[in-house]
């Protein structure tokens, strides 16, 4: 008999115990192909997006204005 089984029989003896099993449906999240490759164009397009930004946000400024700049971006 196994351990579990021992558990629930020892359990439904003890006086004022009423265990019942019930089925509970569980929801599993699921995710089309179709969809994973438009998330994956997204994200690259995302960052594709960032790199250009990041560019254009270090132009005409110093090595460390641009540290410091990035910084409080990603911040």
Known sequence: MSSARAA???VSKIPF???QKTRVPINVPWILPQELDRYTRAL??????Y???MKDFCKDKT???CADAKAAFNA
């Open 8 to 10: 629930y029989t020892f």
């Open 17 to 19: 115990f009423s265990i």
């Open 44 to 49: 690259e397009s995302y960052k594709r997006e």
């Open 51 to 53: 790199d250009t930004m």
């Open 63 to 65: 090595p460390e204005q």
